[in-house]
């Protein structure tokens, strides 16, 4: 059974930058048909997509957060990491990350995430 | 950017009854919607995949339709165990989330 862990530092000073990183276990990141992806949750609000990597390297980001994010992708220890540079308070939430499913056959696709780590509990805080 | 909207916010209803949730796009989707289930302090699980397929091992007293820009589910009948927020998210272009909506029994 595929499960994910996040982990990193639950407190992040302001103006600096927050890492974390998903350790995938029970299957391979480098399993075809699948990105990685990080998603975050403000305390009492919905989701927000950051953005998915696939095994190559290869990334996507929301354009929103393009600007201050890297995700990244280690093959050899079957982990996945999300720097966030610049935080600031807004940046306070919970961080989920997911494996991301991806399908296209001819002009038809599918794209889901599951499933999910836990979330780690990150505040940006001096 | 599509922007994903949902109503109502909350509701409560009793056990038995038909829940009925929608979400609308701000622009054409097709069927490229999902929906989930977060129960409290627990990661989303994914519950319907292309608007309308149940995911496996999925109670089939949940449901999904609509296509274009606008989107309905359904549970048939509320189980106590369904307490929870239940968001759509659109991946016809990258990914976006509605607001969700809080489902609680009364």
């Known amino acids: 059974q595929l499960q994910l862990q996040e982990s990193g530092p639950g407190l992040v000073k302001p103006s600096e930058t927050l890492s974390l990183s998903c350790t995938v276990s029970?299957?391979?990141?480098?399993?075809?048909?699948?990105?990685w992806g990080w998603i975050r949750q403000p305390p009492g609000k919905g989701l927000e997509w950051i953005g998915s990597?696939?095994?190559?390297?290869?990334?996507y980001y929301n354009p929103s957060l393009k600007s201050r994010v890297t995700i990244s992708v280690d093959t050899s220890q079957n982990q996945f990491s999300l720097k966030l540079n610049s935080v600031t308070a807004a940046d306070t939430a919970v961080y989920y990350c997911?494996?991301?499913?991806?399908?296209?056959?001819?002009?038809?696709?599918?794209?889901?995430?599951?499933?999910w780590g836990q979330g780690t509990q990150v505040t940006v805080s001096s | 950017d599509i922007q994903m909207t949902q109503s109502p916010s909350s509701l409560s209803a009793s056990v038995g009854d038909r829940v009925t949730i929608t979400c609308q796009a701000s622009q054409d989707i097709s069927k490229y919607l999902n929906w989930y289930q977060q129960k409290p302090g627990k990661a989303p699980k994914l519950l319907i995949f292309d608007a309308s397929n149940l995911e496996v091992g999925v109670p089939s007293r949940f449901s999904g339709s609509g296509s274009g820009t606008d989107f309905t589910f359904t549970i048939s009948s509320l189980q106590p165990e369904d307490i929870a927020t239940y968001y759509c998210?659109?991946?016809?272009?990258?990914?976006?989330f509605g607001p969700g909506t809080k489902v609680d029994i009364k």
């Open positions: 990597v696939y095994y190559s390297g290869s990334t």
């Open positions: 998210q659109q991946y016809d272009n990258l990914f976006t």
């Open positions: 997911a494996r991301q499913g991806y399908w296209v056959v001819g002009g038809l696709k599918r794209k889901w995430f599951d499933p």
């Open positions: 029970g299957g391979s990141i480098t399993s075809s048909g699948y990105y």
